[in-house]
């Protein structure tokens, strides 16, 4: 809508315009982000290609000039032969179509969006707390229980099928970690990234400030648990919830922030057992229109009651340039299968890019939050090594093995390479 309805970030009526960072983060493949740029090469992404073009230096990291980046996805689009670029506001569902709008979803459109969906299926900001990876806790300090032996997950990871990890404080351990929390630094948002607190999405750095017993009454509250250690109550415990079936990325609980990422390092790792935690999401609260996917969604991403309606972007519940930029992808090739009368293609669970299709499909409905790329994610290795280097190495052969065996099943290649049927049959 561009060019005709402004927002309250972009500057210009250009195709991707970055209006945040300019980096899309890693290029090497032990790097979940840089894996997932490989395999979307291999898919043939023009707007990587595009990024290559803008790049400028920042070590291993894909930064780019953002007009020149901008100036070549526009032109490209807007010289293509078979593209037709209408200007102004769609406030309806297309089909056949994909939606791919993020943060600043017009009112007009996430109101049918809304309405097709049910009223509880999107949400309008994000509150997200922090991630780290089960290899990284120190289960000799953290123990597995839940409030009055309640809420266990059966057949979850652990002798005792514990859903809930807990790192006990006592009072000492307490005071110090408010006090870090209380002096932390944060993120300054952007005027349009402003979002009202609920009490149900208040920064934990936010509570503190209240009063130094208000986390402790909150989401560290010792009620129902013990410390196995001491056979006592704690003074005050951290929570962590699964995230994932297999039980490699656990969530804290309540701990919506906006601190900034070395300050969500410093604090959190404070927290006993964490010492050394891996973080594998950090922590956010900003403006984000985003789709409960899991709940609303097929696995392909589309509407339930109509395959050629598809979702793309951050709006599908993904975090990041890369990812939104990949299930764009994804979708594009869908629909173009769709109507040449193909099956919907989803790459491997051992891909990034089919583990972050598969964690918008299978991740709770209750507790879905956005969800950036990350090993994680992935499926454990049949013999994992214990050097982490090693390990990622692996992970990225898995990955581009299986979508290299995906891609020549499904007769895949990118729209430069080779055109698809209705491409052929417009010719």
Same mark, same amino acid.
């Given at each position: 809508?561009?060019?005709?309805?402004?927002?309250?970030?972009?500057?210009?009526?250009?195709l991707a315009e970055l209006v945040c960072?300019?980096?899309?983060?890693?290029?090497?493949?032990?790097?979940?982000?840089?894996?997932?740029?490989?395999?979307?090469?291999?898919?043939?992404?023009?707007?990587?290609?595009?990024?290559?073009?803008?790049?400028?230096?920042?070590?291993?990291?894909?930064?780019?000039?953002?007009?020149?980046?901008?100036?070549?996805?526009?032109?490209?689009?807007?010289?293509?032969?078979?593209?037709?670029?209408?200007?102004?506001?769609?406030?309806?569902?297309?089909?056949?179509?994909?939606?791919?709008?993020?943060?600043?979803?017009?009112?007009?459109?996430?109101?049918?969006?809304?309405?097709?969906?049910?009223?509880?299926?999107?949400?309008?900001?994000?509150?997200?707390?922090?991630?780290?990876?089960?290899?990284?806790?120190?289960?000799?300090?953290?123990?597995?229980?839940?409030r009055w032996d309640k809420e266990t997950?059966?057949?979850?990871?652990?002798?005792?099928?514990?859903?809930?990890?807990?790192?006990?404080?006592?009072?000492?351990?307490?005071?110090?970690?408010?006090?870090?929390?209380?002096?932390?630094?944060?993120?300054?948002?952007?005027?349009?990234?402003?979002?009202?607190?609920?009490?149900?999405?208040?920064?934990?750095?936010?509570?503190?400030?209240?009063?130094?017993?208000?986390?402790?009454?909150?989401?560290?509250?010792?009620?129902?648990?013990?410390?196995?250690?001491?056979?006592?109550?704690?003074?005050?415990?951290?929570?962590?919830?699964?995230?994932?079936?297999?039980?490699?990325?656990?969530?804290?609980?309540?701990?919506?922030?906006?601190?900034?990422?070395?300050?969500?390092?410093?604090?959190?790792?404070?927290?006993?057992?964490?010492?050394?935690?891996?973080?594998?999401?950090?922590?956010?609260?900003?403006?984000?229109?985003?789709?409960?996917?899991?709940?609303?969604?097929?696995?392909?991403?589309?509407?339930?009651?109509?395959?050629?309606?598809?979702?793309?972007?951050? $709006?599908? +519940?993904? /975090?990041?340039?890369?990812?939104?930029?990949? %299930?764009? =992808?994804? &979708?594009?090739?869908?629909?173009? *299968?769709? $109507?040449? +009368?193909? /099956?919907?293609?989803?790459?491997?669970?051992? %891909?990034? =890019?089919? &583990?972050?299709?598969?964690?918008? *499909?299978?991740?709770?409905?209750?507790?879905?939050?956005?969800?950036?790329?990350?090993?994680? =994610?992935?499926?454990?290795?049949?013999?994992?090594?214990?050097?982490?280097?090693?390990?990622?190495?692996?992970?990225?052969?898995?990955?581009?093995?299986?979508?290299?065996?995906?891609?020549?099943?499904?007769?895949?290649?990118?729209?430069?390479?080779?055109?698809?049927?209705?491409?052929?049959?417009?010719?």
């Open positions: 809508m561009r060019g005709v309805r402004g927002t309250a970030a972009h500057k210009t009526d250009k960072s300019n980096t899309f983060k890693s290029t090497e493949v032990t790097n979940a982000h840089g894996l997932l740029k490989a395999e979307m090469r291999v898919l043939g992404s023009i707007v990587l290609q595009a990024a290559d073009e803008a790049r400028v230096p920042a070590g291993s990291a894909l930064a780019v000039d953002r007009d020149v980046f901008s100036a070549t996805v526009h032109d490209r689009i807007m010289a293509h032969p078979r593209i037709t670029v209408e200007r102004g506001e769609v406030n309806t569902i297309p089909s056949p179509g994909i939606i791919a709008t993020g943060p600043l979803t017009s009112d007009a459109l996430a109101e049918a969006i809304r309405a097709r969906l049910g009223v509880e299926s999107l949400a309008f900001y994000d509150a997200i707390a922090p991630i780290v990876s089960i290899e990284s806790i120190d289960e000799t300090v953290a123990f597995r229980a839940a997950m059966e057949g979850a990871a652990g002798e005792d099928g514990g859903a809930y990890l807990n790192c006990a404080m006592n009072k000492e351990q307490y005071e110090a970690f408010i006090d870090a929390l209380s002096v932390a630094d944060q993120f300054t948002a952007h005027e349009f990234d402003k979002v009202p607190y609920f009490e149900g999405c208040m920064p934990a750095e936010e509570m503190a400030r209240r009063g130094r017993e208000s986390l402790r009454f909150g989401p560290m509250k010792p009620i129902g648990i013990t410390d196995p250690h001491t056979g006592r109550r704690p003074w005050a415990v951290v929570q962590l919830r699964r995230e994932d079936r297999g039980g490699r990325m656990w969530n804290l609980v309540g701990f919506q922030t906006r601190l900034k990422i070395p300050e969500q390092q410093r604090v959190f790792r404070t927290i006993p057992g964490l010492e050394n935690a891996e973080f594998l999401r950090f922590g956010s609260i900003h403006r984000n229109s985003y789709v409960n996917s899991p709940a609303s969604l097929t696995p392909h991403l589309s509407l339930r009651d109509d395959p050629l309606a598809l979702f793309a972007g951050q $709006l599908t +519940g993904v /975090e990041g340039y890369t990812e939104s930029t990949a %299930t764009g =992808l994804l &979708a594009a090739i869908n629909l173009d *299968r769709l $109507l040449s +009368g193909l /099956e919907v293609v989803i790459p491997p669970s051992e %891909t990034m =890019l089919g &583990a972050l299709y598969r964690y918008l *499909r299978e991740a709770d409905p209750k507790h879905f939050q956005p969800m950036n790329a990350n090993f994680g =994610l992935l499926d454990e290795l049949a013999d994992p090594p214990r050097d982490k280097g090693k390990k990622r190495e692996l992970y990225a052969e898995r990955s581009l093995a299986a979508l290299s065996v995906w891609v020549e099943q499904n007769g895949l290649r990118s729209a430069d390479q080779v055109p698809t049927r209705r491409a052929q049959e417009k010719r």
